[in-house]
Nanobody
Framework: QVQLVESGGGLVQAGDSLRLSCAAS????????MGWFRQLPGKEREIVAF????????YYADSVKGRFIISRNNAKNMVFLQMNSLKREDTAVYYC?????????????????WGKGTLVTVSS
């Protein structure tokens, strides 16, 4: 069973930066598309960013374009989310996700494997 473990969440002020990391328990995930979803208080889970398994393709939600950067290190089975210019509305639980199919993940907004989430709180 693949496990995804997030780290790097915390409390920051608006305008600050934060970097989330996600480690996968199995090397097979290095051939999967990986990315991040988030769930804001009282709202449904939404896709934030995704990256294809070779890193050649990336997807960003409109709300984070130009501020967030997704990257991955397949040698370490890890994916990262660099979050810059954070806003209060970025406050959410961020979930790492992985799916064998990048196009399915970004079009259907779903993933096969999920982490347990890490909380990001942005204060004004």
């Amino acid at each position: 069973q693949v496990q995804l473990v997030e780290s790097g969440g915390g409390l920051v002020q608006a305008g600050d930066s934060l970097r989330l990391s996600c480690a996968a328990s199995e090397r097979t995930v290095s051939t999967y598309a990986m990315g991040w979803f988030r769930q804001l208080p009282g709202k449904e889970r939404e896709i934030v960013a995704f990256i294809s398994w070779r890193g050649a393709s990336t997807y960003y939600a409109d709300s984070v374009k130009g501020r967030f950067i997704i990257s991955r290190n397949n040698a370490k089975n890890m994916v990262f989310l660099q979050m810059n210019s954070l806003k209060r509305e970025d406050t959410a639980v961020y979930y790492c996700a992985a799916d064998p199919d990048y196009i399915v993940a970004i079009t259907q907004k779903r993933a096969h494997y999920w982490g347990k989430g890490t909380l990001v709180t942005v204060s004004s």
